[in-house]
Nanobody, 126 residues
Framework: QVQLVESGGGLVQAGDSLRLSCAAS????????MGWFRQAPGKEREFVNG????????IYGDSVKGRFTISRDNAKNTVYLQMNSLRPEDTAVYYC???????????????????WGQGTQVTVSS
C-alpha cells in the first residue's frame, strides 16, 4: 500500500498561482500513474489531471486545460500540480491518488485509483 500526503494548499486571490505537492511512501511510486482530483462543497469529486508512471503521458480535465500542469519526480517520490491563473471556481479540496495497476496509463475516473491522500484545501478569492 502507498501513503500519500498532499501539501501546498492555501488562500490566494484570483489570477494567482499555487503549487501543490504530493509525497508518496510505501509501494514503488515510480511504477504507478498518479492523478489529481478535486471536490468542492456539495459537488462530486472531479478529475483534474493525471500523469503516467514515467511522466511521459499527461492528461487534463477540460476545466483546467492550459492553466494547470502536472509533473512528477520519481527520485523524490513526489507528484506536483502547478496551478496558474486561478479562479474562484477552482476552490476545492485537492486530492492526489495512485493508480491501482502498475504501469497503467493514467485514468480519469475514481475507480482507476485505489490510494488517496487526505486532501489539501485551495481557496481562491475574487
Amino acid at each position: 500500500q502507498v501513503q500519500l500526503v498532499e501539501s501546498g494548499g492555501g488562500l490566494v486571490q484570483a489570477g494567482d498561482s499555487l503549487r501543490l505537492s504530493c509525497a508518496a511512501s510505501g509501494r514503488t511510486f515510480s511504477m504507478y500513474a498518479m492523478g489529481w482530483f478535486r471536490q468542492a462543497p456539495g459537488k462530486e469529486r472531479e478529475f483534474v489531471n493525471g500523469i503516467s508512471w514515467s511522466g511521459g503521458v499527461t492528461i487534463y480535465g477540460d476545466s483546467v486545460k492550459g492553466r494547470f500542469t502536472i509533473s512528477r519526480d520519481n527520485a523524490k517520490n513526489t507528484v506536483y500540480l502547478q496551478m496558474n491563473s486561478l479562479r474562484p471556481e477552482d476552490t476545492a479540496v485537492y486530492y492526489c491518488a495512485a493508480n491501482k495497476t502498475p504501469f497503467a496509463t493514467p485514468g480519469r475516473f475514481l475507480y482507476d485509483y485505489n490510494c488517496w491522500g487526505q486532501g489539501t484545501q485551495v481557496t481562491v478569492s475574487s
